[in-house]
Structures are given as structure tokens and as C-alpha cells.
């Protein structure tokens, strides 16, 4: 009606007109009912059809002209003549059309008539934005019995393989469709698609949907700048600066936090701003990866998530990666934030543990006791059960668990050469040789359908027993198998040969063989009584996992078919930069405290051969996360010697005595230095040089966790306290030939945690750092800047060694001339440019041409900032000589970034 036109309005007494008219005409009427009758006839839409098309209405009695019909066509006409458009006529049908079918589509049961509409639909409901409503409707009562193939459909990609094709069908689906869809689209970009390559396979994750919604929350978790300060810092002097950086790192996840605890402060805002932004992250993680009503996780998208965060820490630099490695501390946060499905629990049990670790800034023996127990049923035991007399065993060379019995790595190598010489005693009782080699069919016709476990001499020989019960029942199994075969008259001889041979056995073979073996076992283990003791005071038995060779992971049950590796997961786990940094504390305070001034060896400590494996599994989970876990390995502790994995060995038994011995080198230095201790004897003896040769440590270039080892003892022994300002100009250059050698050149300038640590271990010690020091440690950064790597063609000119010097010389030329003068800030500057031009082949690289380059600016700024404390006549000199040439907007620009810089706090200050 609104739609008329005024001229329709008069020719038809409807609206308002027609409530006048009905109310005059019962005005005036005596008969209202008569009226009412009269006036529904007169003005009904019969009446109003018939004096549109000129035709008699249906309820007229007079005869001869048309009856109007009321069909469609005359319906459609008499609308358009009231000034009704057929465009919104059939707008309005086709909503109420679309409702009752919306409304049908709710009410229906089973699949099988949606599945027909959904296919009959398809096509029209994809193209034309009215009939869009019906698929929504379709998919959202299907929810998860929506085809496989309508969900990859859902998820095509327009011609730029980048934007979605039904984009406009796709925002409006429910969350559960999104989800399916991602989970649908994951399978078709990844199914027999799996590269070897972690550049290529990261490629291939990226180009799914559920990548590209996940992305941006994983930027905005490890892009947070005092998250990625404190994951920096791998070596902290106290364990109260551990456990305060933790508990900001751990309170930026929790969305919990309240604003209430911080101070009204610039610092204390930065910090909230950052705590939100990350707990916003957490949170939509935990949407993302459940399905709204549930807070449980969904068992694909948690796969999915996980092999992205593996994909991207497998392309991360190695161990010590620091902010680098924060996709590791990710992955723990999301396994803490929400129920996990039971396959996971083992990885949730390391995780809770590491996580109290975490927040206390420091790890126990029960925390590493249980850190092993969870990590033996993440990475499965190749162990036989045995359940007869060896899993009742009390003796001191076994170790029970559960049903297993097992012997340790020593004990084990002794029990196989008690196996050889009992095994020759055998050959003397049996001149024959009967029992010597595997018996064939050829031999003994229908041998191998009559004995279905044969067993030889030979084949005990070649066989690793865990206890020596299991080889007194493969030589019982050997006489019974003869005894078995050889029946009848024929058999008879063979018979009492076997019994007779194996009465020798149990008569005088294996009670002399099982006699010599305990008493020669019980020399290289706890006798019973201090066993007993042990367990009665609670002392715990930390034991290090079995070192196993390289494996491939079983993968065909298809129950674990969404499940991620669990030890590729456990070692990023490891390898999170908050459990590092705690893990190398703790084993470098049982070098420095309980080996060294108790004169014993690292292998005989409780926790050190676990610490240092645990450490080789964090430093193996970039390999690990590479392959997505399809091979591992459990690293050798190197109790013992082993050809095949000899780098346990060589950290345990060759190099952490060496690094005792530059601990101890530390503590003379500083006792030599000290009036009141070794000062006058030191000065009556001849000078002492490095008593360590550098040579010892050069082969040792790819043993990552000594070169941690060796970093963090050296940020240590440059803490105030730990070493005189005196004494710290002998120890400083120790330590540094050990690190240089350690270390590949091009690998070492990219330590940042290393030289960001060192820096603020230094600049603690203010301006009473004495000049003798102060030189020594240019020297030696300068040596490390210039060092070139005859095979790789790019120095330290853009590195994080070059920056963080940097950062040192502006914390002293702070101090002012109390430890650097202008001059000597001037010569230092100068020195620096010239060595890390030398470390550069290229002339694009070398400082003239970096100075212009984008990628210069940190490095630029620091540069800036250490020459405004020079006279405006120094710093022109100093442009010319190291031959600097701007124009006037450049520096402007320069000045900028130097007021920005004035207002940047070291984390010292």
C-alpha cells in the first residue's frame, strides 16, 4: 500500500480511505450488520478485480458478463495497477518460500534427503545470492556428516591459489563448518604430498587454510618484544632473575592476570600491553583449536597446529636459539591451556613438569626424576619382559620397572662376555658339535615343522640377554628342542647326549657362570645395604634413558594418524628457551660446585649424565622437528664408549672435566689476584699461562651443548663477584680460546643470547671495571669480529656479535672517562669498523656501502648514539676518517633515530 501512487489511492477505497467510508457509511446506516455484509461486497477484492478488468464480481447475481478468476496472471496485473512492482512481489514470495523451506530443512531426519537437496542446490546456491540461505541451512544441519568433498569444495582457491573461490558462502558458515573445512582442506594440500625438505614441507603447510588463520596469532605470540627480551637472556646470575622473567612469561599467557598488580608507570603499561596481546593469543588459540561448546581440543586441528609450530622451529637456527626458539614455548603453552586427548598425556606430563621448573627458576631431582619417567614412555623401550626368575631379581646390577628387569649398560657388556666363556665351556662338553650350529631341514628332515623356536650355540652369542636367566632358558630350550625332534629308537643316542650335556650345564656351567658374573657385577655397582640405604632415606635413582640408534617412527595404526610425533614434540618441549636456560644453570652449578670442589668426576654425579642428555635431546629437536619426528634417536649418555653415537661419550668422559678445569683456572685467577689470599705467593712464583691448550678443543665443533656449557661458565665467571676486575683480564681470554674453537666463526657472531648475556654480566661491573680488563675484552671481541671463515662469503658486518659490542661500548661511554675516554671511544669505534671489514669479502658488504642499507639501522643507531657523547669536532672527524659522506636529509634522519635510541634502557639500567 505505502508503494501506491496517490492516483491509485482514489480510484480504490483502501487504507485510510476505505476506514472513512466504512465509518460514515455506519454513521448513517440503521442496519449495521447489513452494512458491514454490503460494504465487504461492494469494496471486496472481487470488487476491486472486477472494476479493474471491467468484469462482474464472483459474488454479483447478475449473469451474462465474465466472472473474475483470481489466477495468477490477473493477480500479478491487478497488483502492478495498485502500483506493486513484480520485483518485490516475487522477493516476497520467494522469503516466504525460502523460510518455510529453511524451516523444512530443520525438521527433517536423516541425511539422505539433505545429501539429494544439497546436490540438486549446489550449483545455483553457489551463484546466485538468494538461494545462499538454503545451503546454510543444508550444511548447518548436516554440521559433521557435511561430505568430504563438499568441504574441499568450500575450501577452493581462486585463481591466485591464495583467495578463497566461494568466499561469499564461506564468512557466514557456523564455526563447526570452518572447522571441518580446515580439517578437510589439511588432509587434500598434505595427503602424499610429505617432502623431506623443511623448507619445502613449511612451504607446503603454509598454503592451507588453516595456516593462513593461525599465522597471524602465532606473529603476535612470538613477535612481543618483552617476551623475546627475556627468551634472549639464556644466562641470568640468580635464580631470582630466572624466576621473575618466568613468571612474566608465564603470567603473558594467563589470561587471569589482572591489571591491578602493576604500577602506574611507563615500564609497568609496556609490560600490561604486551601481557594482553599475548593472552588474547592464548585465548584464540583455544577457539580456533576447539569447538565452542567444548573446551577439548580437536584431535586434527591440534595435529595441524603442532606440525606448524615443528615446521617452523625446524628451519630455527640450532641450540640456543633464543627468541628464535619461542614456537617451542608456544607449543607448551597450548598443550597447558586445555584438555588434551589421552595420547598426549605422557607429553603433558613433561610439560606440567618443565612448566614448575619454569616458575620456580630452578629444577630438582624429583623434577628431573619425573622429567625421566616421562620421557621413557614417550621414547618406547626396546626391552624384552621378563617374567620368570630375573624379574624377582634383588640383585644390585638389576633395575626393575614394572614387569621389565633390565641390567645397566655395564653390567650388560659383562654379561655377554660371561655368555662367551660359558658358551666355550659348552663347546668342550659337546666334541660332536651337536649343538654348535642352527640345525636346517637338510640336516634333519621336517625339523622346522616339528620345533618352532630353534636355538644354537652360535645364535646364543649373537644374542643381547638382559639378564643371564634368559640365557640359562635359551640353552634349557636348546636341549629340550633335541629331545623333541629325536624320537624312537633311532633318536636315543641324541637324547642322552642332550640330557647329559645339559646336566653339565646346570651342575657346572652356569653356577660357576652366574657366580662370577655377581661377584664381578657387585664391583661396579652399589652393594645391597647402601641400595637399601639409598631408598630408605628417599634418595632418588635418576637413571638416563637407553641411548638407541637411529629409528624410524611406526606410524600404520590409524588411530595415531592425527597425532604429531610425541618425540619430536617432547624435544621442543626441551628445547623451550625458559627450560634451556634452567636445564644449563643447573648442570653447570653441579660442575662448578659439586664435582669440582669434591675432586670427583662428572660421571659419577646423580643428576650430570642426565642433565647432558636431556640438553642432546633439546639440541637434536630442530633435526627432530625437520623430519616431523619420522626418525629419532636417544642420544648416548657415554657411560660408555660408543663408535656409533660417540658424542655423549666425548661431553661426559673428555670435555666436562676439561671445563672443570677452566672453572678451576677461574677460581686461581682470583685468588691470585686477591691481597688477602694467593696474591704474595702468586708473585713469588713464575706468571702463569693458560695451562689448557685450544688445541684440545678443536674437535669438538659440532658438540652445541659444550659450546652452551662453555658460553654460560664464561658469562658466569664475568659476573661481579665471581671474579676480581683484577683477575678478570687473565680469565676472560681462557675462556674465549675455548669458545673460539668450539665454534664455527659465522655460527658464533649469531649467538645473541650468548653476547647479550655477556654484555650485561660486563656493564655490571660499572665504572670499577679497570682499563687492563677493559682492553683485554676489545681485544678478544675484535678478534672474534675479524676472524674470517675462509668458506662462507659473509663476516660480521650485519651479525649480533658486531651489535651487541655496540651495546657495551655505549653502556661504558654512559660511565663516562671512568672506563672510556673519548679518545678511546674514538679508537675503539674505528677498530671495529676495521675488523668487520676484514671479515667481509664483498665490497657490497663492507661499512660504506652497509651504512646506507635498511638492515644496518639497529646497528646504525648504536653507532649514532656512542658519537653524540663526542664534541661536534671529534664526530666530524671521525665521519672523515672512516669516510662517512651524507647529505642533509640523511642526517636529519639520523637525528631522529638518535632521539629514539636516547630514550631505549639496557636491561642493566
Known amino acids: 500500500i505505502s508503494s501506491m501512487s496517490d492516483k491509485t489511492r482514489k480510484n480504490f477505497l483502501i487504507d485510510s480511505a476505505g476506514q472513512r467510508e466504512v465509518r460514515n457509511l455506519l454513521r448513517r446506516a440503521d442496519n449495521p450488520k447489513q452494512t458491514i455484509q454490503d460494504f465487504q461486497q461492494t469494496h471486496s477484492l472481487h470488487s476491486m478485480f472486477a472494476k479493474a478488468f471491467q468484469t462482474r464480481p464472483k459474488h454479483s447475481k447478475e449473469e451474462g458478463d465474465k466472472v473474475e478468476s483470481l489466477d495468477t496472471d490477473s493477480v500479478l496485473t491487478f497488483l502492478y495497477h495498485l502500483g506493486v512492482s513484480q520485483h518485490e512481489v516475487h522477493k516476497r514470495i520467494s522469503d516466504a518460500l525460502k523460510l518455510n523451506l529453511e524451516d523444512e530443512i530443520r525438521k527433517v531426519e536423516g541425511t539422505e534427503p539433505l545429501l539429494n537437496l544439497l546436490k540438486s542446490c549446489w550449483q545455483y546456491a553457489t551463484t546466485v545470492p538468494e538461494l545462499r540461505p538454503v545451503l546454510w541451512a543444508v550444511l548447518r544441519k548436516l554440521g559433521s556428516d557435511t561430505p568430504v568433498a563438499v568441504l574441499e569444495r568450500l575450501g577452493e582457491r581462486a585463481i591466485d591459489k591464495v583467495t578463497l573461490k566461494h568466499k561469499e558462502v564461506w564468512h557466514p558458515l557456523p564455526p563447526l563448518l570452518k572447522r571441518l573445512v580446515w580439517e578437510a582442506d589439511w588432509a587434500k594440500y598434505l595427503k602424499n604430498k610429505d617432502s623431506d625438505d623443511p623448507k619445502e614441507y613449511l612451504k607446503l603447510v603454509q598454503s592451507t587454510l588453516f595456516a593462513q588463520r593461525l599465522n597471524p596469532l602465532i606473529d ?33 599467557t594467563s589470561s587471569k592476570a589482572s591489571k591491578s598488580t602493576f604500577k602506574n608507570d611507563a615500564k609497568q603499561k609496556v609490560f600490561e600491553n604486551a601481557m594482553l596481546k599475548c593472552s588474547e593469543s592464548i585465548f584464540e588459540f583455544r577457539k580456533l583449536l576447539s569447538d565452542g561448546d567444548s573446551p577439548a581440543y580437536r584431535p586434527k586441528l591440534l595435529y595441524a597446529t603442532i606440525s606448524i609450530l615443528m615446521g617452523y622451529h625446524g628451519n630455527s637456527p640450532a641450540f640456543l636459539g633464543g627468541d628464535k626458539h619461542l614456537y617451542c614455548t608456544l607449543v607448551a603453552d597450548i598443550l597447558l591451556s586445555g584438555p588434551l586427548p589421552k595420547a598426549y598425556l605422557p607429553v603433558l606430563s613433561l610439560a606440567r613438569t618443565l612448566d614448575e621448573s619454569v616458575k620456580t627458576g630452578t629444577i630438582t631431582d624429583t623434577q628431573i626424576s619425573q622429567i625421566q619417567s616421562s620421557l621413557k614412555k614417550i621414547y618406547p623401550s626396546e626391552k624384552k619382559v621378563v617374567t620368570e626368575a630375573g624379574a624377582g631379581s634383588n640383585h644390585p646390577s638389576v633395575t626393575s620397572t614394572g614387569a621389565t628387569t633390565v641390567y645397566s649398560t655395564e653390567v650388560k657388556n659383562l654379561l655377554k662376555k660371561t655368555v662367551e666363556a660359558g658358551v666355550d665351556a659348552m663347546k ?92 664381578e657385577s657387585a664391583k661396579v655397582l652399589p652393594a645391597p645395604e647402601v641400595q637399601k640405604k639409598r631408598k630408605a632415606s628417599g634418595a632418588l635413582d635418576i637413571e638416563p634413558l637407553e641411548g638407541t640408534k637411529l629409528k624410524k617412527r611406526k606410524k600404520s595404526d590409524k588411530d595415531t594418524e592425527n597425532l604429531p610425533s610425541m618425540q619430536a614434540l617432547a624435544s621442543m618441549l ?72 660417540p658424542i655423549g661419550f666425548q661431553l661426559l668422559r673428555q670435555y666436562t672435566p676439561l671445563l672443570i ?43 652445541h651443548v659444550l659450546r652452551g656449557l662453555v658460553e654460560g661458565a664464561m658469562v658466569h665467571v664475568c659476573q661481579p ?44 661491573h660499572k665504572s670499577k671495571l679497570r682499563k687492563e680488563a677493559r682492553d683485554t675484552i676489545v681485544s678478544t671481541w675484535l678478534g672474534w669480529l675479524k676472524d674470517i671463515s675462509k668458506k662462507d662469503m659473509k663476516g660480521s658486518m650485519f651479525s649480533s656479535a658486531h651489535e651487541c659490542f655496540l651495546m657495551l661500548i655505549n653502556e661504558w661511554a ?87 635510541a636516547d630514550n631505549f634502557k639496557s636491561p642493566e639500567t
Not at 649424565?609 to 619420522?630: D, I, M
Not at 686477591?674 to 691448550?693: E, G, M, Q
Open 220 to 252: 603476535q605470540y612470538v613477535s612481543q618484544p618483552v617476551l623475546r627480551e627475556s627468551a634472549n637472556r639464556s644466562f641470568v646470575s640468580s635464580q631470582m632473575e630466572r624466576r621473575l622473567t618466568t613468571t612474566q612469561r608465564r603470567s603473558l
Open 428 to 519: 668342550e662338553a659337546d666334541p660332536q658339535s651337536l649343538f654348535l650350529n642352527p640345525v636346517t631341514d637338510a640336516i634333519a628332515p621336517g625339523y622346522s615343522k616339528v620345533i618352532q623356536k630353534p636355538m644354537c650355540m652360535k645364535q646364543m652369542l649373537t644374542t643381547d640377554y638382559l639378564t643371564i636367566q634368559e640365557w640359562d632358558r635359551d640353552v634349557t630350550l636348546m636341549f629340550r628342542n633335541c629331545i623333541a625332534y629325536n624320537t624312537g629308537n633311532d633318536g636315543q643316542w641324541f637324547r642322552g647326549e642332550a640330557r647329559r650335556q645339559h646336566n653339565v650345564f646346570k651342575n657346572d656351567i652356569y653356577p660357576q657362570a652366574k657366580k662370577i658374573f655377581e661377584e
Open 574 to 645: 626441551l628445547s623451550d628457551p625458559f627450560v634451556i636456560r634452567i636445564l644449563l644453570d643447573r648442570l653447570l652449578k653441579c660442575l662448578r660446585i659439586d664435582t669440582m670442589k669434591s675432586n670427583s668426576l662428572p660421571v659419577g654425579h646423580s643428576v650430570v649424565p642426565s642433565l647432558l642428555q636431556l640438553l642432546q635431546l633439546a639440541q637434536f629437536s630442530q633435526q627432530l622437528c625437520a623430519s616431523r619426528g619420522k626418525r629419532y634417536m636417544v642420544p648416548a649418555v657415554g657411560i660408555d664408549k660408543n663408535d656409533e653415537d
Open 661 to 703: 678445569k677452566l672453572f678451576l683456572e677461574a677460581e686461581l685467577d682470583k685468588r691470585t689476584s686477591d691481597s688477602k689470599d694467593l696474591l704474595s705467593a702468586a708473585k713469588s712464583l713464575p706468571k702463569r699461562t693458560n695451562v689448557i691448550s685450544s688445541a684440545v678443543w678443536q674437535s669438538t665443533k659440532y658438540l
Open 721 to 764: 663477584g665471581n671474579s676480581f676486575d683484577k683477575s678478570l683480564a687473565q680469565t676472560f681470554p681462557k675462556f674465549s680460546d675455548a669458545l673460539t674453537q668450539l665454534a664455527s666463526t659465522p655460527s658464533l657472531w649469531e649467538e645473541r643470547t650468548f653476547f647479550l648475556s655477556l654484555v650485561q654480566a660486563i656493564a655490571r
Open 814 to 900: 654512559a660511565l663516562g672517562n671512568l672506563v672510556l675516554s673519548r679518545e678511546a671511544l674514538m679508537n675503539i669505534t674505528q677498530n671495529t669498523i676495521e675488523a668487520v671489514d676484514a671479515s667481509e669479502k664483498s665490497d657490497d658488504r663492507k661499512f660504506k656501502q652497509a651504512w646506507k642499507d635498511g638492515k644496518f639501522s639497529d646497528i646504525k643507531v648504536l653507532y649514532e648514539r656512542a658519537l653524540k657523547t663526542l664534541p661536534e669536532a671529534q664526530m666530524k672527524e671521525w665521519e672523515d676518517q672512516v669516510g662517512i659522506q651524507e647529505d642533509q636529509e640523511n642526517n636529519e634522519e639520523g637525528k631522529v633515530k638518535i632521539d629514539a
